[in-house]
């Protein structure tokens, strides 16, 4: 049963502490997502890569949040310095490029203090 | 610019029936999506939708109106498991970049 899984599922951090989220997209899929959901946005698209490569990014906050895929089994979302306002629910989702739909991760949880 | 409209929350009876609607202006169109998310859940997939029509699948089913920028998910024999928010996306025209709405929270009563 192929999953999305990611990591921490909870996190707790101080304010200006570094926070790294990792994803491991199910085998085989060539695009990945990253989202942020929170209770006053939804669900917001960071950004999303398409056979490793970043194709956007435009909805993540440049100066403190980076995303990278180092290689194909791994996708990482950084924020430095973190702020109480990126308190959220972070989720990972992958995909194929010719198919439909999207498989979600569990989502990290992530608070701020 | 993008907008996606839903409900903010709809209750309906087990058994019964309820649509949820969705309108959408977006700069481009490649298709729609009808996720269900239970609360503390991640969303999962239900339906798709890039041609005008009707969407079966058991007892979810999903229209679409691209000339009206709109569409709208039908459960039938509602259960309580179906409590849960429903979100409508729109997926641009140039890749795979999905704008999600805010999401209607569905609640069933007995």
Redesign the interface.
Known sequence: DARVTQTPRHKVTEMGQEVTMRCQPILGHN?V?W?RQTMMQ????LA?F?NRAP??DSGMPKDRFSAEMPDATLATLKIQPSEPRDSAVY?CAS?L?EA????????TRLLVL | GQNIDQPTEMTATEGAIVQINCTYQTSGFNGLFWYQQHAGEAPTFLSYNVLDGLEEKGRFSSFLSRSKGYSYLLLKELQMKDSASYLCAVRDAGGFKTIFGAGTRLFVKA
């Open positions: 695009t997502f989202y939804g669900l917001e698209l999303y398409r194709l956007d989720f995909g490029l439909e739909t999207q498989y979600f991760g569990p989502g």
